[in-house]
């Protein structure tokens, strides 16, 4: 064996030595100066953190790719500068074959193998292309220049070069088992086939939140002006908006056509209680501040309302309920995203706090460590038998991925609650939790469990609060969470050559900045 690998290891070393020898022929140029200050940039990845700074300005798929990248950059520079080149000591290339001109001034002394400057570049492009492709194609040929640059300049044997990339690739790859990456911009949902057609909003009912998304912007005239034919109702303080927008049906003097709201989920959830009770498709305008349904749902703007209602194009989506049974009677709510009780809406509202400056997943793992350490645990009745858990987590269709962190829907008209609940039952519980989850094993843990049902039944000792969509519905000892029914949901259909010259925004953008209302048409020409 040891024979065998010397002579492979010869091999390499012959390869590396004739590759050394053809770029040291290249003529001297001024492709030299270029590379030689484009590795230097290179140096404790201060290039690849100014590209990832101005990917993030812009939100969305660019802002996740350069969090991705820097995670990726990190991970990639700890195993090949903190474990690779400790266990392997190789010496670099001679300079003195180099022309002058090509060579560094402060050469690195550490070991030649791997490349650390491959493996970063490699971590980055490779977790740009991940989120965004587009973005990747000029970010890769920026990366394998300066992988290029590590032989050009004489530091680093060819073989460097490539193991360190191999090992920047793997390492963004791998991010993928703790931050899932996101194929499609839109869940799945069957075609409604006939929705009625709302030619500038005519029969549509309206609820505006102005005070949901940011500071500020009230989206109420946009509204009105891309849906001039609708009636616009703004939401009151301290008034019910289920109740509202009920009141307003009553008061049209022809039926309505359609219901809908402009906010964040916990308005839409009331529109889409108004629409379930009185059969009505419904509108989501995304003007709150993470639009978790109208993302999933694939409604990015209001362009695309315009679009999708004045054509009549809409899809099925499923409506989740659950009764709240009280020594008063029974509480029925309907609710578009999660429902939870326990230490859940806490956790979450904790990591939406922290994950614009750490990341989802950092930010997702101090939070449960902070949660899981100032909680405590309630006692509930699940599949028969009495548990005492941290937390019981429901969600309105299949969340993805499973044995992990819920993130997304793959679909929103399958018909299933999905069920996830952390156990407190078991010893040593919280740090168990903890680490699997670092170690992307929480689906493997005993104390993490979960699965789809069709209907979830809940028995607590003592009341306890449940929430939903953010909102805290009110206390109750025996909970029934169910599929309420399915409203048709109105969403452009992509497939529909009209609109094929209209660009899919990957994120949400402020309404002002997406449509020009006195002109009448897109304002950013991509949508044109």
Known sequence: ????????????????????????????????????????????????????????????????????????????????????????????????????????????????????????????????????????????????????????????????VVVGAAVGTAVALATRRWWPVRESDEAQAHIVAEVPLLTDGKGLVLLVNPVSGAPGYDPTEDVKAALPAATVLRTEIGRDCVEQLEEALGAQPDKALAVGAAGGDGTIAAAATVALRNALPLVVIPTGTLNHFARDLGVYDLLEVVDATGAGEAVGVDIAGVELETDEGTRTFHWINTASLGAYPDLVRRREQWQDRWGKWPAFTAALIVTLRRSEPIRVRLNGQWHDLWFVFVGNSAYHPHGAVPAFRSRLDDGLLDVRWLRADLKFSRTRAVLALMLAAIGRSKVYSEKQVNELIVHLNAPESVAADGEVLGEASRLRFTVAGQVPTYRRDEDNPRWATRARPHHRRPLARLWDFRRGRPQNRDLD
Not at 36 to 51: D, E, M
Not at 73 to 96: C, D, Q
Not at 103 to 115: D, G, H, K, M, V
Not at 139 to 147: E, G, I, Q, S
């Open 1 to 160: 064996m040891n024979v065998w690998l010397g002579r492979k290891f010869h091999r390499v070393g012959r390869f590396d030595r004739a590759v050394s020898r053809a770029v040291a022929g290249i003529p001297v140029s001024a492709v030299d100066g270029g590379l030689l200050r484009l590795t230097r940039s290179a140096n404790y990845s201060l290039l690849w953190t100014g590209v990832a700074t101005a990917l993030a300005v812009r939100p969305g798929a660019t802002r996740r790719a350069a969090l991705r990248g820097m995670v990726s950059v990190g991970g990639a520079s700890f195993v090949v500068n903190v474990v690779l080149k400790s266990l392997v000591a190789r010496r670099r290339p001679a300079a003195e074959l180099l022309p002058l001109p090509r060579r560094l001034i402060n050469a690195p002394t550490s070991s030649s193998f791997p490349s650390g400057h491959s493996a970063a570049a490699a971590a980055f492009a490779t977790a740009v292309a991940l989120e965004s492709p587009r973005t990747a194609l000029a970010v890769a040929p920026l990366a394998a220049t300066v992988a290029y640059s590590r032989v050009h300049t004489g530091v680093h044997w060819s073989s460097d």
